[in-house]
Structures are given as structure tokens and as C-alpha cells.
């Protein structure tokens, strides 16, 4: 009970669990869509769903200025490719929010004759910029630790006569050389993944988190009840990154 | 910039924000009501108050636990007096909180067949007695900051330097009032997170009398005191100093 009442007072938190069941919603009416549930249902369950992101919009409008934050102690970074990825990764998603908070006033009433569609289309360009980076972020940070991997296993294992020597490998590449090099990598990879957790949480939220815009903008439309289930993945995977704060990727 | 990005990092800095501007639009709505050159900004006022307070609801929906844990907290403190207002407070928010979820199921269309206006009536009369019993809080503080007070000997000496200075009709004939009135407001003036609780508390005390229609007043004054009272609840989580403990 009390670290529900240490996570209920974090703004950020309180807003991921109402993305949450605004994507449980998304998939609830695309599962009762097709199984053919009544019309009063369906309306109900999209009203909650309007509702709830209505609202969210409301709870992000002072986000635009976190990213800023963000952005500023992101340049101070060392790593000169973590360092781009992230300060524009950040601007990207204040911009995001900027976009947010003028549709919810256009939702709201408050700007009147508002094309909430132009808006809405701005919005999720910055927000697919602003993941495209990320995953570039996770993509460089993994290669990094695959070859840290790959060179402490080559300082610790004696070097073999095997016929998977790079220079054979360029010279006359066959097919079972090139299995057992790219089983050897997947093993590499899996091996990193399972030893970095942050860095695997990460990875699988932004690549749930991707097929949102994707499919809003009509790049890859996939369709409401994938939308829904990648949407309620990536809220449940950010809502596991706040209980327990080890598991979130720093920097 | 930093400071104001970790008050709104707090869920609670952000509520009263919100509460802050929803009782602001009502006053503003109240204030231009008769005006017809302002009709398309009164509308838009209306429809930015019911938003807040719609998103409101829904963010409250996590509050009867909190409320519950903090009449758990309260319930083991040494002092009977405070221990039964605050546990008392405490319970009747959490009843309040249940009756506002109950609402928000029904605006939402989750529940459909429930007498709207019996459970609004239920929610405005624990809010009120939660109100209650946090005055009785203050005024049980106050009392023990005021015989503390008078039995300070540096005080007494202050007391009567003042008394003797003003020796007017009035106050010569009621000169406990005097004195009365005069330990009064040096302990509110020394103890300031009490003097702000109280006035939250009486501010906010309006809004269910007008609802209950006990006292009613208008749109207006209730416009007005609840904005009053949301800024003080901002002052007091800002300033960490000016909230009273328990």
C-alpha cells in the first residue's frame, strides 16, 4: 500500500497508468469489433477511451518544459553519439508535447477553427523522430556492448583452428561458416540483452512504442488491436521502470 | 524553470494547478455573466472548467488508498485530541473520494443506474465534515499555541505594555477581549502554517455549505474561495515550511 501511495504521487507515474487503460480500451473495442459485442458497449468503451487521452493531454501540459530540462543536462554528456541521439531526442519530444498541448486546447474549446488533424499528424512526426533516435540510442549502445563481449570472450578463450577465422571467412565465405558466425552473434547479442536489462526494457518499449505513429501516420498502418496491444506493452514496460528505478537506462 | 519542473513533477502540485484554474474560470464566469459582448469567452471558460474538473476526477481515482494510509498514520499519534480530528478527517476524505470515483464511473458511462445527485449530495457532506473536523484541528492547535503563550512570562510583560498604551473607552471596559484578541494573533502570527491551514480550511468550508444549502451563497463567492484556498494549498507545497504536521 505505501509504495502505491509513493508511486501515485509522481505525476509521470499517474499518467502511464492512464495510457495504460486508455490502450487496454484501444484493444477492448478492436476485440469487440470483431467478436460482434453491442453497439452501447462499444460506445462506451471509445467515450473512456477519448476521455481518458483527453485528459492526459490535460496532465502533459507542463511537459514541454521536463524535455527542455532534459535536453540541457543532455548536453553535458561525453559520448559524443549518445550525446546527439539524446539532446535531439529530447527537443524532438518537447516539440511533441508543444503540438499536445495546442490540440488539447483546440479539443477543449479554447482555440477556436483549429485543423486538429494538421495538428495531430505534427505531432506524431516529432513523436516518430523522437523515437527513431532512441532506438538509434539502443541500437549504438548494444553494438557497444556486443563487441566489449565479443573481445573479452576472444581474451579469454584460447584461439582456436577453426575454419571461421575472419580472413577465410572473407576470402571464401561458405554456408556453414556464415551459420555458425551469425549463430555466434545471435548468442552475442542474447547473451547482452539477458545480462542488461535496462538496455532490453528500453529496446522492447521503443519498438512497441513505434508502431503508434507509424501506424497513426499511415507509414505502416497495422491496424486498432495492434496499436492497442503495442500501446498497453510499452505502458506496462514504463510503469515496471518507475516501481522499480533500476531498471530505467541512464544515462 | 527547475524548481517549477519538480512542483509539477508531484502529482498533488499538478492537482492544485488545476483545482487553482477551475475555481478561477467559475469566478471569471460568475464576474462576466451579465456582460453580452463577452458571451464566446464566458462559453469558453465554462468549457475549460468542466474539462478540469472531468480530468480531475479521473485523477483522483487512486486517492482513497492514500487517504486511508494517512488515517492509518494518524491513528498512531500520542496526542488523543489530534488523533481522533485527523484520523476523523482523514476517513470522511476517504468516504468522499469513493462517492467522487462512483461519480466519475457514472459520467464516464461505466455505471448507469445510480441516483446522481444522492451520491453528489453524499460526497459534498464528507467533504464538509472532513472540513470539520480539520477546523477543530486548527482550533484545538491554536488553543494550546495561545495558553502556551500566556504562560510565557516574557510574553505577559509584552501583553500588558500593550494594553497599557491604548487605554481607549472600549477597550478598558472589555479588556479580556483586548487581551484575547491580542494573544490571538501574535500566536497566528508566529505560528504562520497554522494561520494558513485555518484560512484553507474556512475558504474551502463554503464551497459544501453552498452545495449542502446550509449557507447559500452565489457562484461567485464560492468561485472566490475556492481559488483562494488552492493557492494557499500551492504556497504550503511549495513551501514545505508553511504546511502544518502532522
Not at chain 1, 69 to 91: F, P
Not at chain 1, 191 to 208: F, I, R
Not at chain 2, 41 to 57: C, F, H, I, P
Not at chain 2, 160 to 174: D, G, I, K, M, R
Request: net charge positive; with cysteine; charged share 20%.
Amino acid at each position: 500500500m505505501d509504495s502505491w501511495v509513493r508511486f501515485n504521487a509522481q505525476s509521470q507515474a499517474k499518467e502511464r497508468v492512464i495510457r495504460a487503460a486508455q490502450y487496454a480500451c484501444t484493444l477492448l473495442g478492436y476485440t469487440l469489433q470483431k467478436g460482434g459485442a453491442a453497439a452501447e458497449l462499444r460506445k462506451t468503451v471509445s467515450q473512456l477511451e477519448a476521455h481518458m487521452s483527453l485528459s492526459r493531454k490535460l496532465l502533459r501540459l507542463g511537459n514541454s518544459v521536463e524535455a527542455l530540462e532534459a535536453a540541457k543536462r543532455a548536453i553535458h554528456l561525453s559520448d559524443s553519439v549518445l550525446r546527439l541521439c539524446l539532446t535531439i531526442g529530447h527537443l524532438n519530444r518537447a516539440m511533441y508535447f508543444a503540438c499536445d498541448n495546442v490540440l488539447w486546447a483546440g479539443k477543449t474549446g479554447l482555440v477556436s477553427k483549429l485543423d486538429q488533424h494538421k495538428w495531430s499528424q505534427r505531432s506524431f512526426r516529432y513523436y516518430l523522430f523522437a523515437l527513431i533516435l532512441n532506438l538509434t540510442r539502443d541500437v549504438y549502445e548494444l553494438r557497444l556492448l556486443i563487441e566489449c563481449e565479443a573481445r573479452y570472450r576472444a581474451a579469454r578463450s584460447p584461439p582456436s583452428p577453426s575454419p571461421t577465422l575472419p580472413t577465410d571467412h572473407l576470402l571464401s565465405p561458405s554456408t556453414p561458416d556464415m551459420l555458425a558466425w551469425l549463430r555466434r552473434q545471435l548468442h552475442l547479442l542474447v547473451t547482452v540483452l539477458y545480462s542488461n536489462p535496462p538496455l532490453l526494457l528500453d529496446l522492447l518499449k521503443n519498438s512497441c512504442d513505434i508502431f503508434i505513429p507509424l501506424d497513426r501516420l499511415g507509414i505502416y498502418p497495422t491496424g486498432q488491436g495492434f496499436v492497442g496491444a503495442c500501446g498497453l506493452a510499452s505502458s506496462v514496460l514504463s510503469i515496471l521502470t518507475m516501481v522499480h528505478p533500476w531498471l530505467k537506462l541512464k544515462p | 524553470m527547475d524548481a517549477v519542473v519538480k512542483f509539477t513533477s508531484q502529482s498533488q502540485g499538478r492537482d492544485r494547478i488545476f483545482r487553482a484554474t477551475q475555481y478561477a474560470c467559475a469566478l471569471s464566469i460568475y464576474l462576466l455573466r451579465n456582460n453580452s459582448e463577452r458571451k464566446n469567452l464566458v462559453a469558453k471558460l465554462k468549457s475549460l472548467e468542466t474539462n478540469m474538473s472531468a480530468g480531475r476526477k479521473l485523477f483522483r481515482l487512486g486517492n482513497t488508498v492514500n487517504s486511508i494510509e494517512a488515517a492509518k498514520r494518524t491513528m498512531q499519534l500520542s496526542d488523543r485530541v489530534l488523533c481522533l480530528c485527523l484520523t476523523a478527517a482523514n476517513m470522511n476524505r476517504a468516504l468522499y473520494f469513493i462517492c467522487d470515483n462512483v461519480l466519475w464511473a457514472r459520467s464516464v458511462g461505466l455505471i448507469r443506474d445510480i441516483d446522481k445527485e444522492r451520491w453528489s449530495l453524499n460526497s459534498s457532506r464528507c467533504y464538509f465534515l472532513s472540513l470539520v473536523m480539520s477546523l477543530a484541528r486548527d482550533v484545538y492547535v491554536v488553543l494550546q499555541l495561545m495558553t502556551q503563550r500566556a504562560r510565557d512570562k516574557h510574553f505577559r510583560q509584552k501583553m500588558e505594555l500593550q494594553l497599557n498604551e491604548s487605554p481607549e473607552v472600549a477597550e478598558a471596559v472589555v479588556p479580556h477581549l483586548d487581551a484575547f484578541l491580542f494573544l490571538l494573533l501574535e500566536s497566528l502570527k508566529s505560528h504562520p502554517a497554522v494561520a494558513l491551514d485555518t484560512l484553507k480550511n474556512i475558504c474551502d468550508l463554503f464551497i459544501p455549505l453552498d452545495r449542502l444549502g446550509i449557507y447559500k451563497s452565489n457562484a461567485g463567492v464560492v468561485g472566490f474561495c475556492g481559488l483562494i484556498s488552492s493557492v494557499i494549498g500551492i504556497v504550503t507545497l511549495a513551501q514545505p515550511k508553511l504546511r502544518l504536521k502532522p
